[in-house]
């Protein structure tokens, strides 16, 4: 997977699909050569490098105008020697210098994968998945070292990247910039993916076309956000869902973070992606290292639908981890749309036990439960049970739950302090803030100092005590709060600008030991829906809450973006009630759980407020979910017709599964269309040769017409394509 040719000094990298190559340069820095298709190996590579003569260029040594940085593409560049865009890192020592040398000393190369230290990354479970080459660079002047990693899955055909910084000088330096990759393309003929957005309408598919300058996507929130998610693609003009390059840029990251590309002057485009250098520094002491997140590249030549198979399988695989990664999830029912914080224990029973009639199998009990929450100004930090509404506290409700022959889950937010509450009452000082400014709030609700050990440990006694007396089988972890007036009180004044990452890296710290300390344990991520949808989650949660939307019509939107990188076993999908909650939407029962089947299904209701008829049919809809969550689970997933292309009024995915016998098919209309013509979908990742039966057609139907011919949907009896918001999911089988 990795080789090396000692007489170039350089390092090709090859995945089943893809090569990446690199070379030391002259100056005994990296020099970046090619990424793309698989190419044959050889014994050098020297003839893709673009030394040159230019004009208004700067040159590296005297009297040699051929090598300059500004023009050679480059692996980890820096800046202030001859390369005028922007660097991957940047160093302030304490003479006020920012200028370095980092040269090749040497290099590893091994089976395997290291963990990154306290930091979530893919892994691997055998040796032989996995090479990785680590690269170390040596600044002499001031004893600064910086190991560059490459881990390569040549069957999963993904590589990742991450780069240590380790002080070996007596003098302190400031790491300014600290991204994870740089990536110099030969060109900038490329489109520009992100998947941007707000609350309730997360992850939107954006496109833009290359163009000189600056083109990027941040948070500066103290998460990922909802606003943008860590990932870029950069796919050719020609390139669609099924055909076409696409190169994928995944930070597995959940806080601050920058994915840019700049195009230079001779239209060249560099991919740089990390941490946000905005209000970052780090004060790296003598003798102390600095690790920083990792990206996941991929490269297709499938389209989109490649790139998604590839970080689906992946991430499923090999981010998320535990006893819950490749088992089907329980069908829950939470009763969070179904009574706000207006509930008693009489109330959850009675929802519980019409769940298990109709084949719910899990009951979360949202927000409300602790302290004197009757509303969201006070209460959080103080978890422990509010005996007015569960008299039997939480031990008590989870075995009636139990009983009834339901697992029991519960709600946290335990990243948030309420200023009404026992808790901010006793540590004013645990919130993050700067002295003597104002504190803003966010939801009634302050964000706690997760940089100090301190309040880490208390959050953690808290909830393990809950977990540990009760039966609770799943958490929903929420975060409904960005960071404002970033400040820690702990912290001395030239550590300050480390708070935002050293909050992350708390987050990660209690999310391990809790994880570890409760592996039968099925944790949610949520935060205010998809404000934290991003590959750390993952490592700790393998699924996560999508969007507080739960429109089906505004549902296939953020599902179809989110499934750009992550796999639908990590995509929260409820049924609600109607009108619905967010957008006021009235549609039917069966859209509703069309839409939420391509997830992690379940109900976001008062179940005792549906009538019989009602209560059939969702009870039909869980039986169908049971016959075929597998499936949808494992299955290979391929989106069909785009909600974000044309006029978005029809969306279609399916999926596959891996022997391709069975398939489920979905397809979406947004609005009734006058006097429309025939619709044919043309359905992917058949095998051509199977003949295959489709439930409520007569006949069979071979695999290749129906990639290739189609599939007349108006041929489905009983379909009705003439109302708003209508849909149909229909099952293949092999024959």
Not at 95 to 110: L, M, Q, V
Not at 176 to 198: K, Q
Not at 479 to 504: C, D, F
Request: aromatic content about 12%; some cysteine; charged content about 25%.
């Amino acid at each position: 997977m990795i080789i090396y040719n000692a007489s170039t000094k350089e390092f090709h990298l090859q995945t089943q699909y893809s090569s990446y190559i690199f070379t030391v340069l002259k100056n005994n820095q990296l020099g970046h050569l090619y990424y793309g298709k698989k190419v044959q190996h050889r014994e050098s590579f020297q003839h893709l490098m673009t030394e040159r003569q230019r004009s208004n260029t700067s040159y590296v040594y005297e009297g040699d105008e051929r090598f300059s940085l500004e023009i050679l593409k480059q692996e980890y560049p820096s800046h202030g020697t001859t390369d005028y865009r922007e660097p991957a890192f940047q160093i302030l020592q304490e003479n006020g210098s920012r200028i370095t040398n980092f040269e090749y000393k040497s290099h590893d190369i091994y089976r395997g994968k290291k963990r990154l230290d306290g930091l979530p990354a893919t892994y691997v479970e055998s040796e032989v998945e996995a090479d990785t080459l680590e690269i170390i660079l040596y600044d002499a002047l001031i004893d600064v070292e910086m190991v560059l990693s490459y881990s390569v899955f040549e069957k999963f055909n993904a590589i990742t990247r991450a780069v240590k910084f380790r002080n070996y000088g007596k003098e302190d330096i400031n790491l300014t910039r600290a991204l994870s990759i740089n990536v110099d393309f030969f060109d900038a003929d490329f489109e520009m993916i992100h998947l941007s957005g707000a609350w309730a309408r997360e992850r939107y598919m954006k496109s833009r076309k290359l163009e000189q300058g600056i083109q990027s996507i941040t948070s500066t929130r103290g998460a990922s956000s909802p606003h943008q998610n860590p990932f870029l693609a950069l796919k050719r003009p020609t390139t669609t869902e099924n055909q076409g390059e696409v190169y994928g840029f995944s930070l597995v990251y959940s806080g601050n973070f920058l994915a840019q590309v700049e195009v230079d002057h001779y239209d060249v485009a560099r991919v740089s992606m990390g941490i946000n250098p905005f209000d970052f520094n780090w004060l790296l002491e003598s003798g102390e290292s600095f690790q920083t997140p990792e990206v996941v590249m991929v490269y297709s030549d499938d389209g989109l639908n490649g790139l998604s198979h590839t970080y689906h399988e992946l991430y499923r695989k090999r981010l998320a981890r535990g006893k819950w990664r490749d088992r089907v999830r329980p069908v829950l029912i939470n009763n969070w749309e179904g009574t706000y914080f207006d509930f008693d224990e009489e109330k959850i029973l009675d929802m519980a036990k019409e769940s298990k009639d109709i084949g719910v199998e899990l009951f979360v009990l949202d927000d409300g439960w602790f302290g004197k929450r009757d509303d969201d100004t006070s209460s959080l930090g103080d978890w422990f049970v509010d005996k007015r509404k569960l008299p039997h506290g939480i031990t008590g409700l989870a075995e009636k739950i139990k009983e009834l022959g339901l697992e029991f889950g519960l709600w946290f937010e335990p990243e948030m302090v309420s200023r009404l509450s026992q808790l901010y009452e006793a540590h004013p000082d645990w919130i993050i803030h700067v002295a003597e400014r104002n504190r803003s709030h966010g939801r009634n609700q302050y964000v706690l100092d997760f940089s100090r050990e301190e309040v880490v440990n208390h959050i953690y006694e808290m909830m393990k005590k809950i977990l540990s007396d009760a039966s609770i089988s799943y958490v929903k972890w929420d975060m409904n709060r960005y960071m404002t007036e970033i400040g820690s009180l702990k912290l001395p004044a030239n550590k300050q600008r480390e708070v935002a990452h050293r909050y992350i890296l708390g987050v990660y710290n209690l999310y391990e030991r809790l994880t570890t300390e409760f592996p039968d344990v099925l944790f949610e991520s949520c935060a205010s829906g998809g404000g934290r949808f991003d590959p750390g989650m993952l490592y700790y949660t393998p699924q996560v809450w999508t969007s507080d939307d739960t429109d089906a019509v505004e549902r296939l939107k953020i599902q179809y973006g989110t499934s750009l990188i992550y796999p639908i076993s990590s995509i929260g999908a409820h049924v609600s009630a109607v009108p619905n909650h967010q957008v006021g939407r009235l549609s039917s029962l069966d859209t509703r759980a069309n839409v939420a089947y391509f997830g992690v299904f379940g109900y976001e209701l008062d179940i005792t407020t549906l009538n019989a008829q009602e209560k059939e049919i969702v009870k039909r809809q869980i039986g169908f979910y049971k016959d075929n969550r597998n499936l949808l689970i494992n299955g290979i997933f391929y989106r069909i017709e785009s909600p974000f292309e044309n006029d978005g009024n029809v969306t279609s995915w399916m999926v596959v599964s891996k022997n391709q016998e069975e398939a489920l098919v979905g397809r979406y209309q947004v609005l009734s269309l006058a006097n429309a013509g025939l619709k044919r979908l043309l359905l992917k990742g058949l095998n051509a040769d199977f003949e295959y039966q489709i439930e409520g057609l007569d006949g069979t139907f071979y695999g290749d017409e129906l990639m290739h011919a189609g599939l007349q949907i108006d041929l489905f009896p009983g379909e009705d394509w003439s109302t708003d918001f209508s849909s149909r999911v229909f099952k293949l089988e092999r024959k």
